[in-house]
């Protein structure tokens, strides 16, 4: 079957591939774009380890078509840094250690930063019931809950 | 130790892992490529139980893109009646278990492999392949595996004399149990059951390998050790050990459940057969049918106590579903559950039985938390019944140093007492309860924790930085501790250590990483390398100094002059005896490769408070503690990482983890939606208390921290529930229709 050609945006430069019809974007990332951060745990959605955002919204990459990316703007982990300085969050993961094997590591950090930018200022339920579609199966969530709240105290710190 | 001026040890430094993974850059096992890969997968077996008559695989082999097509032929054939031990597994069922030979005996049992230039020609050759079944009955569970007239999995195995799905027995002895149960004012026996229960990596396995037409093979894979693969790649093909090189990506997550190969080898076979580097990938679906899990189980187990609470006998029979072959963790139910505690007359027996689900692998404390929910569970009616408090029931009767444990070693350096102390005076064990069903559970947990081969590699930097080289597969943080260990002992910035994990040609062997063992020994070879390095910087110094070796003192990272050369030079720095290393006898490094010894057991204790929705019938996680016994903590966040998972484990094993399986033997529920693992809305905040009691037997005094905080868990959530209804649970999980048909079965008890 033919391929499809895709003309996109990914962490705000301008991008071109080609795709099967049925492939998900998650493939595509993965596959002919290189960005190899969105991770597959499981294909059906349940674990949010391929998260990215379609025009500012968190979605599965797993559970999108690669051809869908037509016209709009895609961010991946790989776009969350601005050169060598980390983004808020990143840096308090590591400060922090909300992490340990890692591989949920790039969608809950996506799936965080969604929401630092709709509720800067989210109680410890609303971060729990965001971050509920990131499996992560090494931390029971805690650091990462901690973080994500003590991220959002220092943005709006420093936003005033 | 000198515990009072550590600058490194203690401190709660980045990782040095930790920028390429909050980046997206981290390569984990499925994110390699390599130049001419191809695609395989597998054909799994729609029967849970069948002989294979015969595989055709023309058709697949003809179809445009195929490159190569494996089946058990293409492994190195291990005869069922002959032992091949290789670390925890057996050859035997190593190979049967990646492509079955005599017969399928689960479903979803890989029974041939396709290579081919694209996933969907190798999903589509997989279908062409015409394998011809003797369909048998079969069995899923225990007690249908035990039924007299069950299908029997293998023609060897025997129990009395007789064909039985037992495939092994172990049993611990000490005192005399009839005795022991005469002398009690008090006897509880229950008997319970657990589900089979997955680690739930959210990384399914992975591998890229090439095979050259010099039989030289290279391997990109994450596991729990790049050795075992490396070991059970060269079994099953036959290629040479020196030949292969196992590198290590990065691992997403194992919990033990890696610490087994699925797929290397058979794509090292494809490879060699098409002479292109060969991925494979496995879907969820795959990891959930045919990978881990661990053992569900069956056991009965009585306690007697005096009435001042003293324990006089325990006894334990367990059952262990072991899979497809056997190999169950009964060592660490029948091994565990009663070493907490000097009860003087102990019988446990534990039972491994084979039947048509996959292969279990180990799973955190393999077998451990199994054997505590019985035990831990019953203790609790124990405290009950002579109207004790629980923790007190426990300290009362806990092992000390010197108590000789059931399965045989005596305890030398323990913090279990200290550790339910700390309970006991916690915050949350003196809180009040205030809802209507809320209810609390304790719980302890003991796990053997495990020394073994370990090896590390130095070396210091032209530019005066370190590298080290450890071999060991980095899956919770062990890196930022070994760099906090190195940066201590040679008195440098932790920011000029570098910690790598080297691949199976370039650090010397290294065992798995399991048995919470990683850090224990990692240290110890780390520990040895860097004082053989400090001896040669002392070399050095002497040399550029002209003075002997002996009167030169390392000290916060510089050479100092001493005794009646004191202040005769000024000190040279790490970086200044680098810079200088060509002229004073070439490169500065040194490496270590030991069997560790002296890793002592851990331990932990549980405090869970939860609420029961008796309308709904769920279970909500109020509040949690876990307290352990850490020895010393080298970097205190990791260590409460791995107390913080393990809690979530217990949880989610206590509450909603379960194994479905469907009329036909199949799966029912095989995808992260339906294996209900436990996500951020479920839990509340995890505390943790360190209790730190120096293991003496290590250099930084390290006792292994991963696994015992899963082995409460499962008791310390059941008897909470118990607690909050009343009505005391026997059966994991405590589901919603589990609870509501015990409140039911309760309300209609109560109505007659």
Redesign the interface.
Known sequence: MAKIHVTTTINGEPTEFLCDPAESMLDAL?GPLA??????????G??G?CSITLDGRLVCSCLMLAAEAEGHEIT???G??EGDH?HPL?QK?????A????????GV?VAAKSLLERNPDPS??E???W????????????????AVMETAADMREAAR | MNDQSNKWIGKRTIRPDGVDKVTGRAAYAADNSMPGMIWAKVLRSPHPHAVIRGIDTSKAEALPGVKAVATAKDFVDFPLDKPVPIGIQDMRWMSRNMLAREKALFHGHPIAAVAATSQDIAAEACKLIEVDYEVLPWAVEIDDALKPDAAKLFDFTEFDGKPSNIAGKLEHKKGDIDAGFAEADVIIERSFTTRPVHQGYIEPHACTVSVGADGSTTIWSSSQGQFMVRAMTSFLTGIPQSSIRAIPAEIGGGFGGKTICYLEPVAAVLSRKSGRPVKMVMSREEVMRATGPTSGSKMTVKIGAKKDGTLVAGQGVFYLQAGAFPGSPIRGAAGCSFTPYTIPNVLSTGYDVVSNRSKVAAYRAPGAPIGAYGVECVLDEVAQAIGMDPLELRLKNIARDGTKAVHGPVFQSIGFAQTIEAAIKSEHYKSKLTGKFQGRGVANGWWFNAGGESSAQVNITEDGNVVVTTGHPDIGGSRASIANITAELLGVDYNRVSVLIGDTATIGYSNLTGGSRVLFASAMVVTESAEKVIEQLKQRAAKLWGIDASAVVWENGEARPSGQHTGNFPTLTLAEIAAKATETGGPIGAGSQQNTTGAEGGFATHICDVEVDVELGTVTVLRYTCIEDVGKAIHPSYVEGQMQGGIAQGIGWALNEEYVFDKQGRVDNPSFLDYRMPVCSDLPMLETIMVEVPNPKHPQGVRGVGEAPLVPGPAAVCNAVSNALGIRFHDLPLSPMRVLAAIDANMKQAAE
């Open positions: 993965r960005l190899t951060g969105a991770k597959e745990g499981c294909g059906t349940d674990c380890a991946t982990i790989e969350m840094a980390l990143q993961f590591l400060e922090m250690a992490l340990q094997c890692g591989i949920c590591t790039p950090l410890e339920i971060v729990r019931y971050l509920a579609g990131n499996l992560c199966r090494c931390t029971g969530y805690d650091k990462i809950v901690r």
